[in-house]
């Protein structure tokens, strides 16, 4: 279970049938609707009163012998769960889980304006109403804040940044140059509007290129600690509706990134790179500058991108290739070893 001194329950329970009318899905005993649960829960951890989900095939073995009172699952699965255990089926059982668990556990935010005495915040800053401001925060002059704004302790936001409403900006965060919607969350330690790695090369002594664009953060993004996303040297560096960063991201100057991407950490994107809508990477695959890689592509794990992708492709291996091809190469060479072995 949470402990409860980091995670603050807000409702001490809710029946089955209010859970079926949140998520749409459907109650495997229509008689249980108006049986109430009080927590979220894990499926081995899970306790008579929990809700708890099976979204992976891995853990067939848990959601056989959980005790959770009931669990999210897909129709397939549901023949597979204990007597005790009423089935949540869905087709999306770990979205329905997270959308159940925010009812119990919402965001824990102060719901009063409060600016610290600690606080340094430049006498031409507008801050919209019930903005939050933490200690040792410094807000810099001509700075804009939307409504409901979130500052933790430690950040800096530098000159003319503009914030739009009910954002979450996370302690020691840097921000500058930059433009940001509304509903961004960034979280501790992100560095946003830095200088690009822009210069031209010499042997004399290399020459670094004003950077001269900004960040554009639209609404509904989400930002990762320790991630980077640099300012554009001429055009601005995008990131779009929706997309969720992970931590420990490089977004290098002038990169575009289209609405619902999804990017897992110690992803590296260099300059000039175009992610269209939808587009997943995942943990440390690398992009090499100036390329396109098209709508809903994904790019496996560790992956080395060196030429644009199509959209819809899945692409894996170092350099990356299409899943078919990768898997295909990956086969050959094994059987190449298996024949040297027996020669």
Not at 37 to 63: Q, W
Not at 69 to 98: E, G, N, R, V
Not at 243 to 265: E, F, M, S
């Amino acid at each position: 279970m949470p402990d409860n001194r980091f995670h603050k329950k807000a409702l001490d329970s809710i029946s089955l049938g209010e859970i079926s009318d949140l998520v749409g899905c459907e109650l495997s005993d229509a008689a249980a609707k108006d049986l109430k649960v009080s927590d979220v829960s894990p499926l081995d951890a899970a306790e008579s009163g929990h809700v708890s989900f099976l979204d992976n095939l891995k853990y067939k073995s848990d959601f056989v012998n959980t005790r959770a009172a009931a669990c999210f699952t897909t129709k397939s699965m549901a023949k597979h769960a204990p007597k005790t255990t009423i089935c949540l089926i869905t087709d999306s059982p770990y979205k329905s889980y997270a959308l159940t668990a925010q009812q119990f556990y919402p965001e824990n935010r102060s719901k009063k304006s409060s600016i610290s005495d600690h606080a340094i915040i430049e006498h031409d800053v507008i801050l919209g109403q019930g903005c939050v401001i933490e200690a040792n925060v410094v807000i810099k002059s001509g700075a804009v804040l939307g409504q409901n704004c979130w500052i933790e302790a430690g950040t800096v936001i530098q000159e003319n940044v503009q914030i739009g409403d009910n954002a979450h900006i996370g302690s020691n965060a840097t921000i500058s140059h930059s433009i940001i919607g509304d509903n961004v969350r960034i979280y501790t330690g992100a560095r946003i509007g830095q200088d690009g790695f822009g210069f031209a090369i010499d042997p004399a002594g290399h020459v670094k290129i004003p950077q001269l664009g900004r960040v554009i953060i639209e609404d509904h993004v989400e930002i990762g600690a320790n991630t980077t996303i640099d300012r554009g040297a001429g055009p601005d560096t995008i990131i779009g509706q929706g997309t969720w960063i992970d931590n420990l991201v490089q977004i290098g100057h002038n990169v575009r990134i289209g609405k619902g991407c999804v990017i897992v950490a110690q992803v590296g994107i260099s300059g000039s790179t175009v992610l269209e809508d939808y587009v997943a990477f995942g943990g440390q695959a690398g992009i090499a500058g100036h390329l396109r890689v098209g709508k809903g592509a994904q790019v496996s794990a560790q992956a080395g991108v060196m030429n644009d992708i199509p959209a819809g492709e899945q692409y894996m291996g170092s350099p990356a290739f299409p899943r078919s091809q990768f898997l295909r190469q990956v086969a050959t060479l094994n059987r190449l070893i298996q024949k040297k072995k027996s020669d």
